[in-house]
C-alpha cells in the first residue's frame, strides 16, 4: 500500500470516528449505506450481486473509488443467497430464482398460523434459546435440516456442513474485503458487528409480526420474558463481531419499533427495556452503536435520549432531521437524513440543496455523517449520488 | 426430560464443557487445555446459529 493512500485512509478514519464522537472533524464525512446501487453502478444485475458475492463485494470497492467516500460497508447486499441456498432457507426469496433478476432478495412474511415459531411455544424459547433455534426452528426454516427425532439425510448433512462452510467462508472475505478497501481507495470498513432488537427477532425470525401483534394482547408476559431470553445472546453475538479498537460501531438493523408497528406505549412497554440494556452494555465496554432508525421513530425520541451520551449514531430515516437535532444532537452523532425518493426522483440541484440545509443545520458545530435516509437500492440515480458527494465537500468544511 | 429441559446453554455454547467433560473417563495431560479448546470450536457453532438467525 502507498503511503500516500494510507495517509488518506488515516485522514478519513480521524474524520469517521471524530464525527461519531460528536465532535466537529476537518470536514462532514460521507458514509453512504449503498446496497444495489452498486450493482447498478458497477454493471451488475441485482442477481449477480446478491448470488455472487465476488461480483458484490468489487462493485463496492468500485464505488468506493470512484466516489470520494469516506467510509462505506464492505457489502450491503448482505443475504449473500449462495449460503441461503445451502442451508435451504423458506423465508429467503432470491432474485433470479423466486424473483425478477433486478429485483432485489425479499425476506418473506410467514402466513396466519405459519409462523416459524408457535404460539405455544414461548416456553421452550425461553428455557433455551440456541436449543430452540437448532431443534425446532431451523428444521422449519430450512427445506434441508431434518427435524429432531427424524432420520438424518445427505441433505441434512450437507445443509450444516456447506452452511458452515459457505458462512465461514464467506466472513473471512469480509476481513479482505476491508483490507482492500483500505489499500485500493484509503477507504474505511464503516461497521463491524451485528444487532438486532430482542423484539425484532421474535416478529422477523420466529412469530412474524402479525403473529407478534396479537402475542402482545394474548400473552404479554411470554413476550417480554422471550425478549429477555434473547437479550443476552444478543448481546454476545453484538460483542463477537465488534471492533476490537472500537473505532468503528456495530449495526443495530430495527424494524418492527417504528410508528406504525408499534404504538408508543407498544414501545416502551415491549421494544425498548431490553434493547436499551444491550446498547448501555455495549457502550459500558466502549463500543458504539449505529442506531439505524429506519421508518418514522421521532415518537419514541424521548426514550431514546435516555441512552448514554455517545452510546449511538443515531440515523435518521423519515423522522424530521432537524426534531432529532433538537432532541438528541448535544448528546449524539447524527447520519443521515437525505430522503431517497429525492435521491431517486430530484434533480440533481434540489439534492444539493437539500444536503446544504442539512449541513447547515444538523452539521453545524460537527457530530454529523452524510448518508440517505435509508439503504440505498437500485433506484438512487447516480447523478444525484454525485451531488450529494459533491455538496458535502462544497459545504461541509470546516 | 426432553432434550430442552436437560441443558442450559449460556451465550456463546452449543454443548457446554460440563457437559462435554463427562465423556472423558480421564484426561491425561493439560485439561485446561482440552476445556479451552472444546470451547473455542464450540462457539464456532453458536456463531452458526445465531448468525442464520440475525444475518441471513
Same mark, same amino acid.
Given at each position: 500500500?502507498?503511503?500516500?493512500?494510507?495517509?488518506?485512509?488515516?485522514?478519513?478514519?480521524?474524520? @469517521?470516528?471524530?464525527?461519531?464522537?460528536?465532535?466537529?472533524?476537518?470536514?462532514?464525512?460521507?458514509?453512504?449505506?449503498?446496497?444495489?446501487?452498486?450493482?447498478? =453502478?458497477?454493471? =451488475?444485475?441485482?442477481?449477480?450481486?446478491?448470488?455472487?458475492?465476488?461480483?458484490?463485494?468489487?462493485?463496492?470497492?468500485?464505488?468506493?473509488?470512484?466516489?470520494?467516500?469516506?467510509?462505506?460497508?464492505?457489502?450491503?447486499?448482505?443475504?449473500?443467497?449462495?449460503?441461503?441456498?445451502? !442451508?435451504?432457507?423458506?423465508?429467503?426469496?432470491?432474485?433470479?430464482?423466486?424473483?425478477?433478476?433486478?429485483? &432485489?432478495?425479499?425476506?418473506?412474511?410467514?402466513?396466519?398460523?405459519?409462523?416459524?415459531?408457535?404460539?405455544?411455544?414461548?416456553?421452550?424459547?425461553?428455557?433455551?434459546?440456541?436449543? @430452540?433455534?437448532?431443534?425446532?426452528?431451523?428444521?422449519?426454516?430450512?427445506?434441508?435440516? &431434518?427435524?429432531?427425532?427424524?432420520?438424518?439425510?445427505?441433505?441434512?448433512?450437507?445443509?450444516?456442513?456447506?452452511?458452515?462452510?459457505?458462512?465461514?467462508?464467506?466472513?473471512?472475505?469480509?476481513?479482505?474485503?476491508?483490507?482492500?478497501?483500505?489499500?485500493?481507495?484509503?477507504?474505511? &470498513?464503516?461497521?463491524?458487528? !451485528?444487532?438486532?432488537?430482542?423484539?425484532?427477532?421474535?416478529?422477523?425470525?420466529?412469530?412474524?409480526?402479525?403473529?407478534?401483534?396479537?402475542?402482545?394482547?394474548?400473552?404479554?408476559?411470554?413476550?417480554?420474558?422471550?425478549?429477555?431470553?434473547?437479550?443476552?445472546?444478543?448481546?454476545?453475538?453484538?460483542? &463477537?463481531?465488534?471492533?476490537?479498537?472500537?473505532?468503528?460501531?456495530?449495526?443495530?438493523?430495527?424494524?418492527?419499533?417504528?410508528?406504525?408497528?408499534?404504538?408508543?406505549?407498544?414501545?416502551?412497554?415491549?421494544?425498548?427495556?431490553?434493547?436499551?440494556? !444491550?446498547? $448501555?452494555?455495549?457502550?459500558?465496554?466502549?463500543?458504539?452503536?449505529?442506531? =439505524?432508525?429506519?421508518?418514522?421513530?421521532?415518537?419514541?425520541?424521548?426514550?431514546?435520549?435516555?441512552?448514554? $451520551?455517545?452510546?449511538?449514531? =443515531?440515523?435518521?430515516?423519515?423522522?424530521?432531521?432537524?426534531?432529532?437535532?433538537?432532541?438528541?444532537?448535544?448528546?449524539?452523532?447524527?447520519?443521515?437524513?437525505?430522503?431517497?425518493?429525492?435521491?431517486?426522483?430530484?434533480?440533481?440541484?434540489?439534492?444539493?440543496?437539500?444536503?446544504?440545509?442539512?449541513?447547515?443545520?444538523?452539521?453545524?458545530?460537527?457530530?454529523?455523517?452524510?448518508?440517505?435516509?435509508?439503504?440505498?437500492?437500485?433506484?438512487?440515480?447516480?447523478?444525484?449520488?454525485?451531488?450529494?458527494?459533491?455538496?458535502?465537500?462544497?459545504?461541509?468544511? @470546516? | 426430560?426432553?432434550?430442552?429441559?436437560?441443558?442450559?446453554?449460556?451465550?456463546?455454547?452449543?454443548?457446554?464443557?460440563?457437559?462435554?467433560?463427562?465423556?472423558?473417563?480421564?484426561?491425561?495431560?493439560?485439561?485446561?487445555?482440552?476445556?479451552?479448546?472444546?470451547?473455542?470450536?464450540?462457539?464456532?457453532?453458536?456463531?452458526?446459529?445465531?448468525?442464520?438467525?440475525?444475518?441471513?
Amino acid at each position: 500500500m502507498s503511503t500516500a493512500m494510507e495517509q488518506r485512509y488515516q485522514q478519513r478514519l480521524a474524520r @469517521y470516528v471524530t464525527a461519531m464522537r460528536n465532535e466537529k472533524p476537518d470536514m462532514v464525512p460521507i458514509r453512504p449505506l449503498v446496497a444495489e446501487f452498486t450493482a447498478c =453502478y458497477a454493471g =451488475y444485475t441485482i442477481q449477480e450481486v446478491t448470488q455472487d458475492c465476488q461480483k458484490a463485494f468489487a462493485a463496492a470497492r468500485k464505488c468506493a473509488a470512484d466516489f470520494d467516500w469516506d467510509a462505506v460497508a464492505g457489502n450491503m447486499v448482505y443475504g449473500w443467497s449462495g449460503l441461503t441456498q445451502a !442451508i435451504g432457507l423458506r423465508y429467503y426469496a432470491t432474485p433470479g430464482i423466486d424473483l425478477p433478476v433486478n429485483t &432485489s432478495f425479499q425476506y418473506l412474511e410467514p402466513g396466519d398460523d405459519e409462523a416459524w415459531m408457535r404460539a405455544d411455544e414461548y416456553d421452550l424459547l425461553i428455557e433455551d434459546v440456541t436449543g @430452540y433455534l437448532f431443534n425446532v426452528w431451523l428444521p422449519r426454516v430450512s427445506a434441508d435440516v &431434518s427435524p429432531t427425532g427424524q432420520p438424518s439425510t445427505f441433505r441434512n448433512n450437507m445443509s450444516f456442513l456447506k452452511g458452515g462452510m459457505a458462512m465461514l467462508d464467506y466472513f473471512h472475505n469480509f476481513g479482505r474485503q476491508a483490507a482492500l478497501l483500505r489499500s485500493e481507495s484509503g477507504t474505511v &470498513s464503516c461497521l463491524s458487528g !451485528i444487532l438486532k432488537a430482542p423484539f425484532d427477532i421474535l416478529a422477523d425470525k420466529l412469530r412474524g409480526y402479525k403473529g407478534l401483534c396479537m402475542d402482545m394482547f394474548r400473552q404479554p408476559d411470554k413476550v417480554l420474558k422471550a425478549c429477555e431470553a434473547l437479550m443476552p445472546h444478543l448481546l454476545h453475538v453484538a460483542l &463477537s463481531g465488534a471492533d476490537p479498537d472500537k473505532n468503528v460501531p456495530i449495526g443495530l438493523w430495527m424494524h418492527r419499533g417504528c410508528i406504525p408497528f408499534l404504538s408508543p406505549s407498544q414501545f416502551e412497554k415491549f421494544y425498548w427495556p431490553t434493547l436499551k440494556q !444491550i446498547i $448501555e452494555e455495549l457502550w459500558a465496554r466502549g463500543h458504539q452503536t449505529l442506531f =439505524y432508525a429506519e421508518g418514522e421513530w421521532n415518537p419514541n425520541l424521548k426514550w431514546i435520549a435516555e441512552l448514554p $451520551e455517545l452510546s449511538i449514531i =443515531y440515523h435518521v430515516d423519515r423522522g424530521d432531521i432537524f426534531e432529532v437535532h433538537r432532541a438528541v444532537g448535544e448528546k449524539f452523532c447524527i447520519s443521515g437524513g437525505v430522503p431517497n425518493d429525492l435521491l431517486a426522483f430530484g434533480t440533481p440541484d434540489e439534492v444539493k440543496a437539500c444536503c446544504k440545509k442539512v449541513i447547515e443545520c444538523v452539521g453545524r458545530e460537527g457530530g454529523y455523517i452524510m448518508d440517505a435516509s435509508a439503504i440505498m437500492q437500485d433506484d438512487t440515480k447516480v447523478e444525484n449520488l454525485r451531488a450529494m458527494t459533491d455538496a458535502t465537500r462544497e459545504y461541509g468544511v @470546516y | 426430560m426432553n432434550e430442552h429441559t436437560q441443558t442450559k446453554r449460556p451465550p456463546g455454547t452449543c454443548v457446554t464443557w460440563e457437559e462435554k467433560r463427562p465423556e472423558f473417563p480421564k484426561i491425561e495431560g493439560d485439561e485446561q487445555l482440552v476445556k479451552r479448546v472444546w470451547e473455542d470450536v464450540d462457539a464456532l457453532g453458536y456463531t452458526y446459529i445465531w448468525q442464520v438467525l440475525l444475518s441471513f
